[in-house]
């Protein structure tokens, strides 16, 4: 079983920076691809960003490339998500979750065992 604990949303204005943190339970954390993933009201899930496990591999979406930055801290059983130059498109519930049974990077929710309860982030023109 893995516990995922999200947090570091919040209120922001455009062009603003957050960081969000998940933290995780298990004695594995450091093989477990992870990923976030955001949703906005009315809209489906959508991929943001992953990383595998010793972080030299990251994924993202295009709509964030340049902007986000995901990292992790295996000692720490924490995964990072940077936001920087936050536009208010990206207002909407961000997500971790744990990949347990691959290496690879997917970016489809269904890859994912264990979900965080998410963050909300909101962004303000």
């Known amino acids: 079983q893995v516990h995922l604990v999200e947090s570091g949303g919040g209120l922001v204005q455009a062009g603003d920076s957050l960081r969000l943190s998940c933290a995780a339970s298990?004695?594995?954390?450091?093989?477990?691809?992870m990923a976030w993933f955001r949703q906005a009201p009315g809209k489906e899930r959508e991929f943001v960003a992953a990383?595998?496990?010793?972080?030299?591999?990251?994924v993202y979406a295009e709509s964030v490339k340049g902007r986000f930055t995901i990292s992790r801290d295996n000692a720490k059983n924490t995964v990072y998500l940077q936001l920087n130059s936050l536009k208010p498109e990206d207002t909407a519930v961000y997500s971790c979750a744990a990949d347990l049974r691959r290496s690879g990077i997917y970016t489809y929710p269904t890859y994912y065992d264990y979900w965080g309860q998410g963050t909300q982030v909101t962004v303000s023109s």
């Open positions: 990383i595998n496990w010793n972080g030299g591999s990251t």
């Open positions: 298990g004695r594995s954390f450091s093989s477990y691809v």
